[in-house]
Nanobody
Framework: QVQLVESGGGLVQAGGSLRLSCAASKSIFNINLMGWHRQAPGKQRELVAS???????NYVDSVKGRFTISRDNAKNTMYLQMNSLKPEDTAVYYCNGRTVWNEDYWGQGTQVTVSS
């Protein structure tokens, strides 16, 4: 079982930046799709960004141009660079990995709070 651990969250002012990391306990060779999800209080969890093993990325419209997802297979780590943060970005951010067998692994989440 692969364990995923997020880090890098915190409190930042609007317009600031944060870099989230998701470290896997084992090789992510068999995880062909990884992504970042977020959930704010009272709202549904949404997919923010995803990246395939081949490097193809997708973003939700609200973060396009501001967030960048990346993946380092050698370090078993995925990242989310978040720039120009807005109060609307405030949420718990979760790391997700999906294997070629469509099995999902989730991290415990890291809190991102953006003040106005």
């Amino acid at each position: 079982q692969v364990q995923l651990v997020e880090s890098g969250g915190g409190l930042v002012q609007a317009g600031g930046s944060l870099r989230l990391s998701c470290a896997a306990s084992k090789s992510i060779f068999n995880i062909n799709l990884m992504g970042w999800h977020r959930q704010a209080p009272g709202k549904q969890r949404e997919l923010v960004a995803s990246i395939t093993s081949g490097g193809r990325v997708n973003y939700v419209d609200s973060v396009k141009g501001r967030f960048t997802i990346s993946r380092d297979n050698a370090k078993n780590t995925m990242y989310l660079q978040m720039n120009s943060l807005k109060p609307e970005d405030t949420a718990v951010y979760y790391c997700n990995g999906r294997t070629v067998w469509n099995e999902d692994y989730w991290g415990q989440g890291t809190q991102v709070t953006v003040s106005s």
